[in-house]
C-alpha cells in the first residue's frame, strides 16, 4: 500500500506546512462570521460577488485589491470596497467564503 499520510510526509514537506494545510482542510465549507444581509440593489451585489472572485482567484489578492481601491476611489459603486463603505460587510463575507 503506497497510501502516505501528512504525518508521514511531515519530514520531506516540512511540519509548519503540514499542520497549516490540514487546518485549512478543517476549514473547508465552514464559516466563521455570521452573513449579513444581501444589498437590495442586485447589480451592487453582482458586483460585489464578481470583484471578490476575482481577487480570490488573483496570485496576491491583497495587492491586487488595493490596486483596484486605488483604481476606483472616489466611486461611489466601489465604496464596498472602503471600511465602512456601504457593502463592505457583504464584501468580505463573500471574500471569507471563497476562501474557504
Not at 481577487?55 to 472616489?74: A, C, M
Request: charged fraction near 30%.
Amino acid at each position: 500500500d503506497y497510501s502516505h499520510t501528512y504525518d508521514y510526509m511531515a519530514g520531506w514537506l516540512g511540519q509548519s506546512g503540514t499542520e497549516a494545510e490540514k487546518k485549512r482542510k478543517r476549514q473547508l465549507g465552514k464559516t466563521d462570521i455570521p452573513p449579513p444581509p444581501v444589498p437590495q440593489d442586485r447589480s451592487k451585489a453582482d458586483l460585489i460577488e464578481k470583484t471578490a472572485r476575482y481577487i480570490h482567484k488573483s496570485s496576491d489578492p491583497n495587492i491586487f485589491e488595493r490596486t483596484v481601491q486605488e483604481k476606483n476611489k472616489g466611486n461611489p459603486d466601489w465604496q464596498f470596497l472602503e471600511i465602512g463603505g456601504e457593502g463592505h460587510d457583504y464584501y468580505q463575507f463573500v471574500r471569507h467564503c471563497l476562501e474557504r
